[in-house]
């Protein structure tokens, strides 16, 4: 790293990538700060400045005691081990010993007693909670949440009528004609495990999701003006059901509260949408195939008099970005539940949704908020 890039972090301050260590003695204390960085987006731990910024030093001795114990709890006291890199920047006449600790590619990480560690701002925490936990498994692609079982929901809770026309549609064949049992069927495409239904069996062709799954919803709003923090909203609608008939309802609140542009049509005629169908179509079906169904909470839409915000839960997976889903990137964090969605709502999986809909319509904003663990789409409205 460059001397001018140090000073700058120093006097900034520890945040969630940089934690500042006057010496290091202790490997169960390393090893969580080293653990905590590699479940989180990785860091940096500099060593030989104090919290405040200021730079103690080190000796030649200790740098060279600090390695070692960098080895040795890098590979014996973190499971699976991991590779952090270092580099010695001598400023002022002082040295610093720098790790940098990539981002880990085989999360969960724990120390030997089996804690799992991570970032929480600039301090760490132990993970408990057992959402928190398989989300890290998911970034590790080990697990997927559209496959987990949902407790307590069965074959007999499927819409049969339903899904044997999709089962038609999509196989060319009805269920009747097939010469296995219904819950060996189920099995084998994925949707079910010794007749239990799994996420996306449940969001696709239950009679009733949200009974078992209740954050599987979308919560709407319309407000007056350009804030949720207000007394008075316009309407209000939770949107259940099977994800065919969130997705529909959605569509038709999101047009109906919207303006429609007369221009030079008639006046009989219903007016153009001043935001195209195909925008909401693509947001709402993005929204609800790639959000983090490990997170309890629903999709919210809401409406103001200056745009639209489509907030999902769970932020972009792995390492995707804005920029690359707007150059037609993707990463899928439902690959079952995609694969049975494209016959059922208007996606496709290929990745150029988001590119249709800027060209479309290029005034939205997408913010990846990991801190806050959502994804946001701002939609602006057109001013009259």
């Known amino acids: 790293m460059e001397t001018v890039e140090i000073m700058q972090i120093l006097a900034r301050g520890e945040d969630s990538k940089n934690q500042f260590k006057r010496d290091v ?14 479940n989180s987006l990785g860091g940096k731990i500099f060593i030989g400045v104090d919290d405040d910024g200021s730079i103690p030093g080190l000796n030649k001795e200790d740098i ?12 014996q006291n973190i499971k699976p081990a991991i590779n952090p890199l270092t580099e010695i920047v001598t400023i002022d006449g002082k040295n610093i010993l720098i790790i940098d600790v990539p981002k880990g590619v085989n999360k969960p990480y724990q120390d030997k007693n089996g804690t799992i560690w991570v970032k929480n701002g600039a301090d760490k925490r132990k993970a408990t909670s057992r959402e928190e936990i398989q989300r890290l498994f998911q970034s590790s692609g080990l697990i997927h949440a559209d496959i987990i ?86 309407d209000s609608r939770d949107f259940t059901g099977k994800m065919s008939d969130i997705f529909q309802n ?36 993005n929204a609800l195939i790639h959000r983090d169904y490990f997170i309890s909470a629903p999709i919210r839409i809401f ?16 390492s995707l970005t804005v920029e690359n ?35 479309e319509y290029p005034d939205i904003e997408f913010i990846d908020d990991r801190e806050g663990n959502q994804f946001k789409c701002i939609i602006k409205r057109i001013k009259k």
Do not use: W
């Not at 996420?199 to 709407?220: D, E, G, R």
């Not at 030079?264 to 947001?283: A, H, K």
């Not at 707007?326 to 590119?355: C, D, E």
């Open 25 to 38: 003695s202790n490997a169960d204390r390393l090893a969580a700060e080293l653990i905590a960085f590699s």
């Open 64 to 75: 060279q005691r600090i390695n070692q114990l960098l080895s040795n709890t890098a590979s």
């Open 149 to 234: 079982p949902v407790t307590g929901m069965t074959i007999s809770d499927l819409d049969m009528d339903y899904f044997q026309n999709f089962f038609k549609k999509r196989y060319g064949e009805s269920l009747d004609e097939q010469q296995i049992p219904l819950e060996k069927t189920m099995s084998n495409l994925n949707l079910a495990e010794n007749g239990e239904l799994n996420i996306t069996a449940a969001l696709l062709f239950s009679k009733n999701p949200s009974i078992k799954l209740p954050f599987a919803i979308i919560k709407s709003a319309v407000f007056p003006g350009e804030t949720v923090a207000t007394e008075n909203y316009i």
């Open 250 to 285: 959605t569509i038709n609140y999101l047009l109906a509260n919207i303006k429609h542009i007369q221009g030079e049509q008639s006046v009989n005629s219903l007016g153009i949408p001043e935001i195209p169908r195909i925008v909401f179509e693509e947001l709402v079906a």
């Open 303 to 318: 409406v103001f008099s200056n745009r639209i915000e489509i907030i999902s839960p769970g932020h972009l997976p792995n």
């Open 325 to 359: 889903i707007k150059a037609g990137i993707s990463n899928t964090r439902n690959p079952v539940l995609a694969s049975f969605a494209y016959q059922i709502l208007p996606y496709r999986g290929f990745g150029s949704g988001i590119m249709r809909v800027l060209e």
